[in-house]
């Protein structure tokens, strides 16, 4: 035998050959259904893994070291191949710039890993290529300044986080630049006026909050300035009176609240003046007592009787005239009893049986 042939038979005496094994994992028990593919040397996966849908498409591929994703990792969209997403993997752990795509290849999404955490700035792309939104992040939360804008270039939002939740000013505009809301937030709540505006830059409504809650005036308005709606808050809780008016000044709606509670019965008007409805509360209560409604030209339309919040008895409604068009008859908020109908002379011309809401066979 000669000394190179020895030399050799020596070597791999000392060097055992390396056990390499090709592994299959299966979706179904029949092991037809190929899930994942990968190598396995001295029993560490190493090298290319693929994975595959259920209909065998391949869907994902990536590098293996030392049995840990060490490399890129490439999402792909079974249905044509191409790239959905690369991330980069050191020791099992995301490191580096990851992008997402769109189906024909333009970046979607860029971002950065530092120890399987995002830091940084991560951006998104309209399919143009133009920005669609930046926010920064720390330690995988928004912190700091994020903006969004329309595709024409135009700012569409601005926010301030800190550690993941709304901090300081949120500002919202419309395609134009124009400004249509802006508030300030204190760990995650709003705090402060919040402003809404018309796009001409007037004013559409005005509030307070505090930690959260409504808590001061509330006031909105018409196109025109006009106060649409106007009422005091305290603590979430309605605490004063609460108006409304239609655009050329009238009252449309009144009521009187203490920490919540109703102090007087809701009223609401027609343009005209007159009551459209009158509604009662139980006392001390928010429940409802009593409903009455009128037609426009003041006549009676209906009186709706509760009981612990829900319509209980009989309900008689009228037509503008004031004559009787229908009877009905109600328990626990359901029609139950019989629903008579009439006509113009007061005669009734049909009736119908109700059990717990349902109509039900004579």
Known sequence: MSKYLLFVSALLLSFPLAAQDTIRTYYDEEKELIKEIYVRINGKAEGMVKRYSEDGQLIQVGQLKNDQRHG?????????????????????????LSRSFYPGGQVQQEL???????????????????????????????????????????????????????HGLTEIYNEQGQKIRSATYKNGEIEGKELEYF???????????????????????????????????????????????????????????KKGIPQSPLIVYYENGNMSLKREFIDKTDLILKETFYHPNGNLFQILPYTDGLLEGEVKMYSEKGILEEVRNYKMGRLDGPRQFYDEEGKLTKEEIYKEGKKIDK
Request: glycine share 12%.
């Open 72 to 96: 890129l990792f490439v999402d792909i969209d079974p249905a044509n191949g191409d790239t959905l997403r690369i991330v980069p993997f050191i020791e099992n752990q995301r490191e580096g």
């Open 112 to 166: 950065n890993f530092v120890s399987n955490l995002i830091q940084g700035k991560v951006t998104t792309y309209f399919p143009n290529g133009k920005i669609k939104d930046q926010t920064f992040f720390k330690n995988d939360r928004p912190d700091g300044l994020s903006q969004s804008f329309f595709e024409n270039g135009q700012v569409n939002q601005t926010i301030e986080y800190q550690e993941g939740e709304y």
């Open 199 to 257: 796009p001409d830059g007037g004013i559409k409504s005005s509030v307070v909050y505090t930690k959260g809650l409504l808590d001061g005036e509330y006031i909105s308005y018409y196109p025109n300035g006009q106060v649409a709606r106007k009422g005091y808050f305290k603590k979430g809780e309605p605490d004063g009176d609460l108006l409304e008016y239609f655009e050329d000044g009238s009252v449309k709606s009144k009521i009187a609240h």
